[in-house]
């Protein structure tokens, strides 16, 4: 462990730490030295002269193991500590150092809870692989400094808190490719191998792929998918498709693996995505099967995985999105493309009196939709940026018969049915 640490420490003062306030992240960086007038980061600017703060960053050598402690932190703090911990996400990066990203927590320490809180951060840092640091502030109040705590019994070493320029990209974009998103069945499987002795299912899962896949076998009839938000009418516009043209519907991810879709939905995005990519894969397989002999109909395929686990991962507005073209948004070169994948577009309102009406249970990301705008505005964002083939918007607004005739239309130009 001392070790591990020590070589991140190396080179800490490259770090950007990004704290989230109000769902966007406020940067700062650390110097070995101040030089010039100390100007203390936005991030410290509430925080009251008698508080101090801490940051937990998770650096576990093994991606799995880091996630789910992680993903497991937030809700340990949250009952651990007292009221008014003030508890954020936050993260450390390098600038456009790929890989580079820690995850972790930033808090604060009202007077008074500094025992209980150092307390319960010693304990962590002993048993988990988690790197506390603390921060305090100088008399005039001027200048913070952060104290790596590991070693700060023997051999405090301090580093000045200094403000740092909002980076180039978002830092959850540096670690997105094969951990929010995966570009190929074998990282997607690597995951969920890795997973093997801690959730059982995953077993089942892989034993469900097929023993060969063939992603430039060329389906004999039309492949198309039905994308878009939730309630926006892809079942009601699936099933009529299927009837309309004598279709097989699919959907994804498919049948076989509804039974554990709810258990790998409670684990942290690393694990939880590889899961529907390997769904994916899966439905990829019987699309081939089936249209050998009929058009077939996917409602959501690749372009839901990818759109709502890089909406997810980024926080903010829509501007801290990967930028248009980047390599987030390519099709992954061993899944079966599609002939046409139609976007149901929908006006909030409507997709919330949709959603009133028909009174089913939602799941934790459409309940995020609904409560959060900047979330839907990346999603759909998203969808509309990944190419291999692009989305078609098709407006959801009119009914359903309507809805029906300009996707046949749409059908019927781009793949002559
Ligand atoms: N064109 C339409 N006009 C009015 N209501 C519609 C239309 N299409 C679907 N609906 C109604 O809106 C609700 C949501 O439709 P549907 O279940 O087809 O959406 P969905 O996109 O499949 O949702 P989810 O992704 O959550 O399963 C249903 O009650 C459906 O009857
Ligand atoms: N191919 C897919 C299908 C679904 N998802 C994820 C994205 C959302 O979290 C959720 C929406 O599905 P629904 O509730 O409408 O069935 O499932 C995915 O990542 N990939």
């Not at 640490?5 to 101040?34: C, H, I, M, N, T």
């Not at 987030?328 to 139609?342: A, K």
């Not at 999603?379 to 918007?393: K, L, M, N, Q, S």
Request: aromatic fraction near 8%; glycine fraction near 6%.
């Amino acid at each position: 462990m001392a070790r591990h640490l020590k070589l991140l420490v190396q080179r800490w003062s490259s770090r950007v730490f990004s704290v989230e306030v109000d769902a966007a992240p406020r940067y700062f960086g650390v110097r070995e030295q101040l030089r010039g007038e100390p100007v203390p980061p936005d991030v410290f600017s509430e925080v009251q002269k008698q508080d101090r703060c801490y940051s937990l960053l998770v650096c576990s050598g093994d991606r799995v193991t880091g996630d789910r402690f992680h993903w497991e932190l937030r809700d340990r703090l949250q009952t651990q500590l007292p009221p008014g911990s003030g508890l954020r996400s936050m993260s450390s990066f390098i600038p456009d150092q790929k890989g580079s990203l820690l995850k972790g927590y930033f808090l604060q320490s009202r007077a008074g809870n500094s025992s209980l809180i150092e307390d319960i951060l010693t304990d962590l840092e002993q048993r988990n692989p988690v790197l506390v640091c603390s921060y305090s502030q100088s008399e005039d109040g001027q200048q913070w400094t952060q104290c790596l705590w590991y070693q700060s019994e023997e051999n405090p070493v301090r580093f000045c808190v200094v403000p740092s320029e909002t980076p180039k990209h978002h830092p959850s974009v540096l670690n997105m490719i094969n951990s929010d998103v995966f570009y190929s069945l074998e990282e997607a499987c690597d995951v969920l191998k890795q997973c093997g002795d801690i959730i059982p299912e995953t077993r089942s899962v892989l034993g469900m792929l097929p023993s060969s896949l063939d992603a430039r076998r060329k389906p004999d009839f039309p492949v198309i998918v039905i994308e878009g938000l939730d309630a926006t009418g892809k079942t009601t516009l699936t099933e009529s498709l299927r009837d309309s043209l004598g279709a097989t519907l699919l959907r994804s991810p498919p049948q076989c693996l509804s039974a554990w879709r709810g258990r790998f939905d409670r684990e942290p995005p690393l694990i939880r995505r590889a899961f529907y990519a390997v769904g994916n894969y899966i439905t990829a397989e019987q699309i081939n099967q089936e249209a050998s002999k009929s058009p077939v109909i996917v409602d959501r395929f690749w372009h839901s995985t990818a759109a709502y686990a890089i909406a997810t991962a980024v926080t903010g507005p829509v501007s801290n999105l990967p930028h248009e073209g980047a390599e987030v948004y390519r099709w992954p070169g061993d899944l079966l493309q599609p002939s046409l994948v139609i976007l149901l577009t929908l006006d909030p309102e409507e997709r919330k009196r949709r959603l009133r009406s028909r009174g089913l249970m939602k799941t934790d990301e459409e309940e995020e939709l609904d409560h959060n705008k900047l979330f839907r505005l990346r999603v759909e964002e998203a969808y509309r940026r990944i190419g291999g083939p692009a989305c078609t918007a098709l407006d959801a607004s009119p009914s359903a018969d309507l809805v029906l005739q300009q996707a046949l239309l749409l059908i019927r130009a781009k793949c002559h049915l």
